[in-house]
């Protein structure tokens, strides 16, 4: 029998539009704006605290559609963002900075849909709303601060193998050490073959000197970190936000896309994704003058400081611990209540904490914040972007007795800059600096308006190709028409299984593919006609058209799965949304057009006599 399949293979086609049904189910099903509270502390936020927080909720006027609370979190659903909004600003003002209140989009999908494993997709920022930022990493300040590091490092590595030297200085992208004497420079070389490998050695005229620069191998691999640390960074700060859905994507060499859906307060997120802070511990050095290093004699050793109210104070070089070994940071108060920032340091940042704080009991130690700051200036009638960086000494304490892994940062203005402070270090500090060269706000209606415009365009386009389709091909086009909806039920099945983000490029792609699944299926019903005229009997027709057209077909949508896998490999942002969703429609339409199809004619025209088709 020409027109047939077996048992199996019509279960197989059965079972993966069953499921394509199941999980594209979900996406029928709308959102509830809510509010989500979480505990930015290690411990999670418990009963007593949530039914506290649903009692002031309701005490505050603002009318709650659902509240739950699963996990340690409190979800919060409302039947407006009006409702959502004004909870949250309320949620904001009373739980303080130790909990995380975030704006989100809860889904009202079916229990039994869930336990299965079946979400909706993720609406883009264009759908939902909120903003988009570019950021450009400061590629060169990233090169700074590893020659920073390295020449810090020299100077430890001559002490400890005990070869004396005169200066270690960066000058014109040079790091130059000169030695007290030439004869020194052997075991100079030596050590330099040893321990810096990835710095290219210079010999000059002067006998007493080398000099090192950053190989360019190096320095590309000290960019390329750069970038992918700052999007780890940004990802963490992202999470600590509560952003549902985050998008952080690297564009080019040294750019990096952030989308951050129902997100409208982009004050607070420029200051989130853009501050590079951090903190430095070192000892406060009391050998020396101050006076005397602000008139220009800064001591060996030593680096001149101001603390917040302009008083000078010398420090010591050596940096006892960074910002990138603390490991959690939260916002309190002291015994005095004063604001403060609970520390916890890793393993090798408690050890010489532990070692210092030991062997320098009654001596002071200063917290020093490092912060980079960008200003836009008007300069010849241009904005001109202008970079800072701003090191102030916020603290001066003596160390009264030895502590390692935790203790206890003061000296800040107010709880808002422990609360911004802690986020930042429990983020992760930002391998170079990054500027918000590019920034974007959707509201929430304008989203709305795009999904209403995409889903008309999707409606009269589908039912355009139906009408012609079955108005010209009757009963096989209104099987062509059955496949097609199956065609779009599978694509949005398999972008909802991968979770991935549905943009308006994303439902472009949708229709181009209601396109292009229906001209597989024209190629072939030409080809039936075509046979027919040519007197074949319908069976044979229909098995020879199905056979002949195959190869046509499969050729029109490999070159065009070829575009679009190249879409996807080299564009950004909306186009490999474009390109992913035009990759699943290309392959799901070869499976519904041809195998859909052929399976359903096969019931309506196989194992029977047939005189006509209804073509």
């Known amino acids: 029998m020409q027109n047939h399949f077996p048992l199996w293979k019509n279960l197989l086609i059965l079972i993966i539009f069953g499921i394509g049904i199941i999980y594209s189910l979900p996406n029928l099903y709308g959102d509830d704006p809510s509010v989500q509270v979480s505990s930015t502390q290690a411990a999670t936020v418990t009963q007593e605290q949530a039914n506290q927080i649903e009692s002031d909720i309701k005490s505050s006027g603002v009318p709650v559609k659902a509240f739950e609370f699963k996990d340690g979190r409190i979800l919060a659903r409302f039947n407006n963002t009006d409702d959502q909004l004004k909870a949250a600003d309320f949620l904001r003002d009373k739980m303080g900075g130790n909990y995380t209140v975030a704006l989100n989009l809860a889904p009202t999908t079916p229990g039994w849909l869930r336990a299965v494993g079946a979400q909706a997709m993720y609406l883009g920022l264009d759908l939902r709303g909120g903003v988009h930022f570019l950021l450009e990493v400061d590629m060169d300040a990233a090169v700074r601060q590893a020659e920073d590091r390295y020449t810090d490092d020299l100077r430890l590595a001559l002490r400890s193998a005990k070869l004396r030297y005169q200066s270690v200085a960066k000058d014109n992208g040079f790091i130059k050490v000169t030695l007290k004497s030439a004869e020194d420079k052997p075991a100079l070389l030596s050590l330099l073959d040893k321990d810096f490998r990835t710095l290219d050695i210079t010999e000059p005229e002067a006998q007493d000197q080398v000099w090192l620069k950053l190989s360019d191998k190096e320095e590309r691999e000290i960019k390329k970190f750069a970038v992918a640390q700052n999007m780890t960074t940004l990802r963490n700060r992202v999470n600590e936000l509560g952003v549902a859905e985050p ?13 951050l859906p129902g997100v409208q307060d982009t004050t607070r997120a420029k200051e989130i ?18 006076q005397q290093a602000v008139a220009g004699h800064v001591p060996v050793g030593s680096r001149l400081y101001y603390e917040k109210n302009g008083i000078p104070i010398l420090l010591d070089r050596r ?54 700051k960008v200003e836009t200036k008007i300069v010849n009638g241009q904005k001109v972007r202008h970079k800072e960086k701003v090191e102030k000494v916020i603290n001066v304490a003596t160390i009264q007795g030895v502590f390692s892994k935790r203790f206890q940062t003061t000296g800040l203005d107010s709880p808002q800059e422990a609360r911004n402070l802690s986020l930042l270090l429990r983020a992760g500090a930002l391998a170079a600096p990054v500027d918000i060269v590019e920034e974007r706000t959707v509201g929430p209606s304008l989203g709305q308006d795009n999904i209403n415009k995409g889903m008309l365009s999707f409606v009269v386009g589908f039912a355009l190709v139906v009408l012609f389709m079955a108005i010209y091909y009757k009963l096989f086009g209104m099987i062509a028409n059955l496949a097609l909806s199956f065609n779009v039920v599978i694509v949005v099945a398999i972008l909802s299984m991968l979770q991935a983000t549905l943009t308006l490029p ?37 098995f020879v058209g199905y056979d002949k057209a195959f190869a046509t077909i499969l050729d029109s949508h490999f070159t065009n799965l070829v575009v679009a896998v190249v879409l996807f490999a080299y564009g950004t942002g909306s186009v490999k949304g474009f390109a992913v969703t035009l990759i699943i429609g290309i392959l799901s339409s070869m499976f519904t057009a041809i195998t859909g199809t052929r399976m359903v004619i096969n019931w309506i025209y196989g194992n029977r006599r047939v005189e006509k088709l209804s073509i």
């Open 319 to 372: 940096v006892i611990v960074t910002g990138d070994q603390i490991v959690d940071a939260s916002s309190g108060v002291d015994q005095d209540g004063r604001p403060s920032v609970n520390i916890s340091l890793n393993g090798v940042g408690a050890a010489k904490m532990g070692k210092l704080t030991q062997a320098n009991v009654g001596k002071p130690m200063a917290v020093v914040f490092i912060e980079y």
């Open 506 to 542: 994303g439902i472009a792609g949708i229709i181009l593919t209601v396109g292009m699944s229906v001209d597989a299926n024209v190629l072939i019903f030409e080809r039936i006609k075509e046979e027919l005229r040519n007197g074949h009997t319908p069976q044979s027709a229909i």
């Open 273 to 290: 994704l853009g501050t590079t802070a951090t903190l430095e511990y070192r000892l406060v050095d009391t050998e020396h003058d101050v």
């Open 247 to 259: 998008v952080i994507q690297q564009q080019g060499v040294n750019r990096i896309m952030v989308q």
